[in-house]
């Protein structure tokens, strides 16, 4: 490639790699935050049960953990933001350094219930974007053979929501099988699986909390960020 050059980059936004902004010595001292949500209402939620698995998985390894009720949550739009239910997950939302979402399959997708929680939680908030840079990691339960769509559309919705996804997921088939009465996860290769999410998920999110507003600085915004100063600069100056 004999033409290095970058014509159309401004230089003075263009940044290489920070090694020291990605470096633990921006750790925050305290217990890593998550953030669960499930997506059913039922009495003997299996989204919940497993949501609970996990909720405890994470307390055992060290992280902070809240479970948000979707009762009572209105349809988005349907009300005010400045709805109690609204207000309590999205303060959570900002609370939080990682999340959990867990989701039945139905109709062969997620619940309407997990897509409203989700669609309650803007990009932005005032100057918060309550989602950005956290991780995420993303489960299903169904009640007939392992499927992978809701886990796979909550992926989508990670990525909209500028969440940093992990590689690993859980499916659980069968779900109704894999409790026992007591509500707790029965031995198996998929209770090992949801192991194996959460110690990722604690992990990235180690990794990361500390460095996220860096991780997604973009050249794009601080191009555009610039601009507007410039704009506000010369218009003081008129």
């Known amino acids: 490639?004999?033409?290095?050059?970058?014509?159309?980059?401004?230089?003075?936004?263009?940044?290489?790699?920070?090694?020291?902004?990605?470096?633990?010595?921006?750790?925050?001292?305290?217990?890593?935050?998550?953030?669960v949500l499930y997506g059913s209402l039922r009495e003997r939620s299996y989204s919940k049960l497993l949501a609970l698995e996990a909720?405890?998985?994470?307390?055992?390894?060290?992280?902070?953990?809240?479970?948000?009720?979707?009762?009572?949550?209105?349809?988005?739009?349907?009300e005010p933001e400045s709805h109690p239910k609204v207000q309590e997950l999205r303060e959570l939302a900002q609370w939080a350094e990682g999340m959990v979402w867990v989701s039945p399959e139905r109709?062969?997708?997620?619940t309407g219930i997990m897509k409203a929680q989700i669609d309650w939680?803007?990009?932005v908030?005032?100057?918060?974007?309550?989602?950005?840079?956290?991780?995420?990691?993303?489960?299903?339960?169904?009640?007939?053979?392992?499927?992978?769509?809701?886990?796979?559309?909550?992926?989508?919705l990670g990525r909209w929501?500028?969440?940093?996804t992990i590689p690993n997921q859980s499916s659980v088939p069968k779900a109704f099988l894999e409790f026992d009465e007591a509500?707790?996860?029965?031995?198996?290769?998929?209770?090992?699986?949801?192991?194996?999410?959460?110690?990722?998920?604690?992990?990235?999110?180690?990794l990361t909390r500390g460095c996220s507003a860096y991780l997604v600085?973009?050249?794009?915004?601080?191009?555009?960020?610039?601009?507007a100063l410039s704009k506000r600069v010369n218009q003081r100056a008129i």
């Open 161 to 164: 929501m500028r969440m940093i």
């Open 121 to 123: 939680i803007p990009l």
């Open 183 to 206: 509500g707790r996860m029965k031995p198996s290769s998929y209770y090992d699986r949801v192991v194996d999410v959460v110690e990722e998920l604690m992990k990235f999110t180690l």
């Open 107 to 110: 109709h062969g997708a997620m």
């Open 1 to 35: 490639m004999d033409d290095k050059t970058l014509p159309n980059i401004d230089q003075s936004l263009f940044q290489s790699p920070d090694l020291s902004a990605l470096g633990a010595a921006g750790q925050p001292a305290h217990s890593p935050r998550f953030l």
């Open 55 to 78: 909720a405890r998985l994470l307390m055992a390894l060290g992280g902070e953990v809240k479970l948000f009720d979707p009762r009572g949550l209105p349809l988005p739009d349907s």
């Open 125 to 156: 908030v005032g100057a918060v974007r309550p989602t950005q840079g956290k991780t995420l990691a993303v489960m299903e339960v169904s009640g007939g053979s392992q499927s992978f769509n809701a886990v796979n559309q909550m992926r989508v």
């Open 217 to 227: 600085d973009r050249y794009s915004e601080r191009k555009e960020s610039a601009e």
